[in-house]
């Protein structure tokens, strides 16, 4: 993980083909949407994914730019708990 967030994913060897096409799709489509093309899609059909699967990937990297835009342009911080489980990699769990 903190190799993709670093931007250094190709490096990894135990990275799956499927997570490898779909961190491609998810740098290119968030860094330069412009320059997509078919191609670019073209290792995640090759892994089955078809029309609607590739529109929710792309959903998905959109929604994930436009949420982080959002917060970064108001300044939001995250609450201690949801600092904490990112610093330490565990998973926040609701109250019970």
């Known amino acids: 993980m903190e190799a993709i967030k670093r931007g250094e994913w190709r490096e990894l060897d135990d990275l799956s083909a499927r997570d490898r096409a779909l961190c491609a ?3 290119k489509l968030s860094a ?3 320059r ?7 290792p995640l ?6 029309d ?3 529109l929710e990937v792309a959903h998905i990297v959109g ?3 436009y949420l982080t835009r959002l917060a ?4 939001l911080q995250l609450d201690a708990g ?10 926040l769990r609701r109250p019970e």
Do not use: H, K, V, Y
């Not at 970064?72 to 300044?75: C, E, H, I, N, Q």
């Open 72 to 75: 970064d342009g108001f300044g």
């Open 25 to 27: 799709i998810a740098e």
């Open 82 to 91: 949801t600092s904490e489980a990112s610093e330490s990699g565990l998973a």
């Open 52 to 54: 609607e699967a590739c």
């Open 45 to 50: 059909r090759d892994l089955g994914f078809d």
């Open 32 to 34: 330069t949407p412009t």
């Open 63 to 65: 929604i994930f730019n």
């Open 36 to 42: 997509m093309t078919e191609e670019d899609w073209q």
